[in-house]
């Protein structure tokens, strides 16, 4: 007799079936082997893809997390940042491998569900598989590293530079950077579509599942998933019905950090719009209607640096605001949580079932 974490698979096309038919433009897709068998499924919400689409910073963090249990070994994830800078999940995938081709399969994936021109940039942490992903599905985007990884990673080398035999094998952490590109690890290097984003959290409930004892049908997965996404949504919208101000909460005090710090900045104006800023320290060269500093915090950011607001002769919140990238604006924000919605998955008894059916069996155990 199956369990019920081995029928969960079977039923997984219907569930699928009913979590696009209550969230409206939901993708998901199925890959299975010659058999039947289970290999890989890919979710991404309706409104989540929405979000992204319209109203978010377009860099992608992209990981990877183990599962227990017998059947499903890896949760792949992709989260970017909201407006505030909080974390969203984009998207999942659940799979009994971790290799490259299900890393290609999984981004492909992805790209199908933003659309084939949506510009947008990856951040993960050190991983070839990752790369290859990336690469096979996104050829032409920039793909960077954690800062985070790249310090853990140079922690773990000195620690083995320290013990002999290795004292004498490996060369100095420093140089070990040397065999990855410079785009791949610096911000400075990295183009715009960065945001001086330096790591992205990876959202609880993804660890809880990945750490719970337990083991979860692949539909309960996608359940709680789902509630937790539900519930991020009904705080984020809580957070947009109290917004008083032009820009989010989080970029309201960026700004106001750097009205603080430049206040006393000598702006220069050298032709039309082109200033020259003296910050003490050194000069840079702002330019407002291309909208860059020489600094690169500016057009790195996406928020106007202190040379640039030094730069704005009137320095009112508005003239501010609108040197600020659209999507840090309250406006944005409410209109990716004033009114978007993530709806309950209907229970087991209330399921429609599709016309066709799919033969779905459970991968073989690990
Ligand atoms: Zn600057």
Same mark, same amino acid.
Not at 177 to 182: E, H, K, P, S, V
Not at 190 to 197: A, E, G, L, Q, T
Not at 325 to 328: E, L
């Given at each position: 007799m199956s369990t019920y974490t081995e029928r969960s698979f079977s039923q997984l096309p219907i569930f699928l079936h009913n979590l696009q038919r209550t969230n409206p433009n939901t993708f998901t897709a199925i890959k299975k082997t010659d058999? =039947?068998?289970f290999q890989f499924c890919f979710v991404a919400l309706g409104c989540v893809i929405r979000t992204f689409l319209r109203c978010m910073i377009s860099l992608i963090y992209v990981g990877y997390l183990p599962l227990l249990g017998s059947y499903l070994t890896t949760m792949y994830f992709v989260v970017a940042l909201d407006g505030n800078h909080e974390p969203l999940l984009l998207a999942i995938g659940l799979g009994t491998l971790e290799c490259e081709e299900s890393w290609r399969w999984f981004m492909m994936k992805l790209k199908e569900c933003l659309g084939e021109d949506t510009e947008v940039g990856f951040i993960s942490n050190l991983c070839d598989k990752i790369d290859f992903g990336v690469q096979s599905a996104y050829p032409d985007s920039y793909h960077g590293y954690c800062p985070k990884d790249i310090a853990r990673k140079i922690r773990e080398l000195q620690s083995a530079c320290r013990k002999p035999p290795f004292c004498t094998l490996l060369r100095s952490p420093i140089f070990w950077?040397?065999?990855?590109?410079?785009s791949k690890w610096t911000r400075a290097f990295?183009?715009? +579509?960065?945001? =001086? +984003?330096k790591s992205i959290d990876v959202p609880e409930m993804l660890q809880i599942i990945s750490t719970s004892i337990r083991e979860f049908p692949i539909t309960t997965i996608i359940e709680l998933i789902n509630t937790s996404i539900q519930s991020k949504y009904v705080e984020r919208a809580e957070v947009e019905g109290s917004l008083s101000g032009g820009l989010t909460p989080y970029v309201e005090s960026k700004v106001q950090k750097r009205v603080n710090k430049s206040y006393n900045w000598m702006a220069r104006r050298l032709y039309g719009d082109t200033f020259e800023v003296d910050d003490n320290f050194a000069t840079s060269k702002v330019q407002l209607e291309r909208r860059v500093c020489s600094c690169g915090k500016w057009q790195k950011s996406g928020i106007p640096c202190g040379h640039t607001i030094a730069s704005l002769r009137t320095r009112t919140s508005e003239a501010i605001h609108e040197m600020v990238?659209?999507?840090?604006t309250a406006f944005v924000y409410r209109l990716a949580f004033g009114s978007e919605l993530v709806n309950s998955i209907p229970s087991h008894v209330h399921w429609e079932i599709p016309n066709e059916t799919v033969v779905l069996l459970p991968p073989s155990k690990k």
């Open positions: 058999t =039947n068998r950077l040397d065999d990855i590109a410079i990295f183009p715009k +579509v960065r945001y =001086n +984003v990238d659209y999507k840090f």
